[in-house]
């Protein structure tokens, strides 16, 4: 990046390749949505170009990377004015109605589409936190730096957001019918 | 240790990263306890599937678009290269300099005057002239890169740096003319690079005030088909509140092909109205 920053922008090319797929993996499972999670990516991106001169060597480039994407993110929910539905095709075969007695409607034994489903119901500040700490590239000082908060608080919020994550997740297992988790 | 402590600290046995002297007493107590074990299993399961969890692959349009973005964006340095030759990083001068920098200023200052006394004769009279000349000169030059942007605008055949360079150099003007604006919302509406009707809508976006350019945009609104130029247009007709997009704002909340991020933002930007 700071070749990127000191004028080569074909270097920018190197880093798209070695981490859009997982800052795209990170945007799907945040969205729900594939093709918003691929317009937030690009913006991301979009955002580094513009940006460069304001990089430092501070951290690594993939605590500055999800910094942007956070608040890329932010500025995508704020535009669509609603909290991320999966609309995956996918999912609406699993979930043909996001309607209460919806989780029976899930194939039992689709672990994967529960998992989204209750991803989705999770507080965006609880997912968010969450899928920043299963990211194994990220130390929890970066976390926490990104997130604006202590390193104590980023693992406290993890924890919990893993917690509640679960416990949606269970409910829709054993197909509650009024589950909506924290939001 | 007591089951709600070793729950607390189960979170720990969970990630590498996090290392604790209290882990291995956790350890010890979820040696004798089942429903901690049971506790551990569950959390463990979770992050297992959640860490993989099947994701698809971003479609080739994110790689496209990356590159594309990239080209125009070196196109755009090489017109102003001064763009891109901005300071790298904040200046955190060390505390000795603060003392230390306006002493040397003014050292460099005197020694300038004196060097400059000596080696050249005063030349009040000829400065004025010389003032007048150059400006006349910045006249020139300025006008001469606008009617290069014009010339390069209408040729809307010709390659897409070309084309960009044009957009750029037409938002130079403070005041363009009619014609200058009929350029650009012509890229805009007709433009097969979406970048450039972007910079074309971007150059438009300061001057919202005028009807022409609203009526342009407003005719660009229905022929796009790019989310991101879909997105930025509605900003624009939202931020003008220009009640004459309310009908074109309907047909795209209610568009079943449009993407849903552009329908929500036509229905904002109605409810806005």
Not at chain 2, 184 to 213: G, M, W, Y
Not at chain 2, 217 to 241: G, M, S
Request: glycine share 6%; charged share 25%.
């Amino acid at each position: 990046m700071l070749a990127v920053r000191g004028g080569e922008l074909d270097a920018l090319g190197e880093l798209f390749e070695r981490h859009h797929g997982p800052l795209f993996g990170f945007l799907v499972k945040l969205t729900g949505h594939r093709e918003a999670a691929e317009d937030v990516a690009q913006t991301v991106f979009q955002r580094m170009l513009k940006y460069r001169h304001t990089y430092r060597d501070e951290g690594s480039f993939a605590a500055w990377m999800y910094h942007l994407a956070r608040r890329c993110a932010a500025d995508h929910f704020r535009k669509s004015n609603a909290a991320p539905h999966p609309t995956d095709p996918s999912d609406l075969q699993a979930h043909a109605d996001d309607a209460p007695h919806a989780a029976h409607q899930a194939t039992v034994g689709d672990d994967h589409a529960l998992l989204r489903t209750a991803l989705a119901r999770l507080d965006h500040g609880d997912r968010e936190v969450l899928l920043l700490a299963r990211f194994q590239e990220l130390s929890f000082a970066e976390i926490s730096g990104i997130l604006e908060c202590s390193v104590g608080a980023a693992k406290v919020r993890a924890h919990r957001a893993l917690r509640e994550l679960r416990a949606i997740y269970l409910r829709l297992q054993h197909g509650h019918p009024n589950v909506a988790g924290s939001e | 240790m007591t089951c709600q402590r070793t729950r607390d600290i189960l979170p720990d046995l969970l990630d590498e990263r996090s290392v604790s002297g209290a882990a291995s007493e956790a350890r010890a107590h979820l040696a004798g306890c089942v429903g901690c074990q049971r506790e551990l299993a569950g959390l463990t399961e979770t992050a297992t599937a959640l860490d993989t969890m099947p994701l698809p692959q971003p479609s080739p349009r994110l790689r496209q678009n990356f590159y594309a973005m990239v080209e125009a964006e070196k196109q755009a340095d090489a017109i102003n290269p001064l763009a891109s030759a901005r300071p790298q990083g904040p200046m955190r001068p060390a505390g000795w300099r603060w003392f230390f920098v306006p002493f040397a200023a003014c050292a460099l200052l005197a020694v300038g005057f004196f060097t400059g006394r000596q080696a050249t004769p005063v030349q009040v009279a000829d400065d004025t002239a010389t003032r007048t000349e150059l400006k006349k000169l910045q006249e020139q030059v300025n006008k001469m890169g606008r009617l290069v942007g014009y010339s390069l605008l209408q040729q809307q055949q010709g390659p897409a740096n070309d084309r960009l360079r044009g957009v750029l150099a037409s938002a130079q003007a403070e005041k363009p003319s009619d014609k200058v604006l009929d350029d650009l919302i012509s890229a805009l509406a007709f433009d097969p690079n979406a970048n450039i009707r972007l910079r074309a809508l971007e150059a438009l976006s300061s001057h919202a005030d005028r009807a022409l350019v609203r009526a342009g945009v407003l005719a660009a609104l229905p022929r796009e088909q790019n989310p991101l130029v879909q997105l930025e247009l509605i900003d624009f007709v939202a931020a003008a509140r220009d009640r004459a997009a309310a009908p074109a704002l309907e047909r795209l909340a209610q568009s079943e092909g449009a993407d849903r991020s552009v329908r929500d933002a036509a229905s904002l930007a109605l409810a806005r109205f």
